[in-house]
């Protein structure tokens, strides 16, 4: 097994011998070296090794330095690859990516076992089960999480400004990716579209939902990309025409191949026109979602809230590494994604990869009436910064953690069918949450409860509200509690047109 190995690579070296005479004798000696290595250490090292992995594991650690993305993939993390376009999978509901070279939570999908467990943005998921994530392969460890709904698996979570690792245990399901989570009237005449990813169909999903808030009759609209990690480019470039001119830039995409060098327009005319418009966005808005705020920040044709994007910027290409279809695969960065004005939106962390961002620290011009500076340094940065959003204390985390909301709310919902929508949160249903705690053996102060019981109650009417009525239910109280909303709308209440909107916020 090991001579095939061997024989298998000087087939490979020869057959490439042209193009490394090309490059010039350091790749010679490098692949020789490389050769070499491979001959002596399964003959020599002090245990047997398998020379297929060792193959496998220098290819993946050459791709690891050029940018997080950019990985080799098995057959069967080619079809897992696969399955996210498709809409539905076994697993926990969330994604993840590499920061700092450590496996790293970007959203959760709401309503999924992660969700509701409470798993949070920017989470470092440091094992799963018994199994350290450290030097793992993002595919492997995206392999370990997916699974059979129904079974369980374990992470253990590192969080900001928590000290000690925390385990959630989950239990898989089968995640339907849905693209819009919630639309509606949030005043008489603005509409709120809560878009959470790009996956088939986003575009007319967008367009629908459009279209009846119009009737119903919105004038002003609040887009919220939040936690929306992005998705399908066709679906970004589908969203982006609800809101730009027929014919104005979209997004390009560059790189070193000619093939790849693109560029992307609207199609039709903008439902939205001159109306006014906030697109919100935070640190886990990614890709699909900084692709449709470049552009109508691009075209001043709406006002950008919220926090720095992610900064998710890259064209991945899949390749084949055989010649039948069904075999092991090659996902490599192949371009860029640059707004119309010619900003490069991926952010990059050039202390661990090669990958460098073009534009970086360069400034640009908005390309509608108002000619604005904006400048270059990936990720889109909001035209209106609003206070970071904070994650809850330890203690809510542990309550959070045991499925104690879960359990008290389903409860609570089905032993009171007098509630209506108004329900508030009093101080005897607190007291009544604070004997289920105890019941279920969750130990805690009373000092702890206090200094947490607005974000308790919130949480309380929010999931009551979810067990008694749905997502609509849940979303009326979201809308009433979300700070973020709250700014927008007082922001786009005063405004009759989108230009108007930047004049309130001091943009001229």
């Not at 989570?181 to 709120?192: H, N, S």
């Not at 575009?203 to 399908?232: C, E, W, Y």
Request: glycine residues 8%; aromatic residues 8%; contains cysteine.
């Amino acid at each position: 097994m090991k001579k095939k190995y061997i024989i298998v690579l000087s087939v490979f070296l020869l057959t490439v011998g042209i193009w490394v005479s090309a490059r010039g004798e350091n790749i010679r000696q490098w692949l020789e070296t490389f050769t070499n290595v491979l001959r002596i250490v399964p003959i020599s090292y002090v245990q047997e090794v398998d020379s297929k992995e060792l193959m496998e594991a220098a290819i993946r650690g050459m791709l690891s330095k050029l940018d997080p993305h950019s990985t080799y993939l098995t057959k069967k993390q080619y079809e897992n690859l696969e399955i996210k376009t498709k809409g539905k999978y076994g697993g926990l509901g969330f994604i993840v990516g590499k920061t700092r070279n450590i496996i790293t939570v970007i959203s959760p999908f709401e309503g999924t076992p992660a969700y509701r467990a409470g798993i949070q943005p920017g989470d470092k998921i440091v094992k799963i089960d018994d199994l350290s994530t450290k030097g793992i392969d993002i595919n492997d460890a995206v392999d370990k999480m997916r699974g059979t709904p129904g079974t369980k698996v374990t992470l253990t979570i590192q969080r900001e400004g928590i000290e000690e690792p925390i385990d959630f245990h989950l239990t898989r399901a089968e995640i339907k990716i849905k693209n819009i989570q919630y639309y509606g009237i949030i005043k008489p005449d603005i509409g709120y579209i809560r878009l959470s990813g790009f996956s088939k169909n986003a575009g007319k999903d967008v367009s629908n939902a459009l279209d009846s808030l119009m009737i119903q009759g919105a004038k002003k609209f609040i887009i919220d990309l939040r936690m929306n990690p992005g998705g399908l480019l066709d679906e970004a470039i589908k969203v982006a025409d609800n809101f730009l001119p027929q014919g104005k830039a979209i997004v390009s995409t560059k790189g070193r191949i000619r093939d790849t060098n693109r560029n992307f327009y609207a199609t039709t005319d903008s439902k939205t026109g001159k109306s006014p418009l906030i697109i919100l966005v935070n640190r886990s808005s990614a890709s699909a979602s900084e692709i449709v705020a470049g552009a109508v920040q691009d075209w001043d044709l709406g006002l950008i809230v919220g926090d720095t994007t992610f900064g998710k910027g890259s064209v991945q290409t899949l390749m084949r590494l055989k010649k039948y279809k069904k075999s092991d695969a090659l996902k490599l960065t192949t371009a860029l994604y640059y707004t119309p004005s010619g900003r490069c939106i991926n952010h990059s962390d050039t202390l661990f990869y090669l990958l460098k961002n073009p534009t970086s620290g360069k400034e640009f011009k908005t390309l509608g009436t108002l000619k604005r500076k904006l400048i270059s340094g990936g990720s889109i940065i909001p035209d209106t910064v609003l206070k970071l959003e904070t994650f809850p204390a330890s203690f809510l985390v542990k309550i959070i953690r045991e499925g104690a909301f879960m359990q008290y709310t389903a409860k609570y919902a089905r032993e009171h069918s007098e509630l209506t929508p108004e329900f508030e949160i009093d101080t005897k249903i607190l007291k009544d949450f604070k004997s289920f705690l105890i019941a279920q053996k969750i130990e805690f102060k009373d000092a702890e409860f206090d200094s947490v019981s607005h974000k308790i109650s919130e949480t309380l009417k929010m999931m009551i509200a979810e067990a008694k009525w749905g997502s609509k239910g849940k979303y009326k109280v979201i809308l009433s509690q979300d700070p973020w909303i709250k700014e927008s709308v007082e922001l786009i209440s005063k405004a009759r047109t989108t230009q108007k909107l930047f004049k309130i916020v001091g943009i001229k």
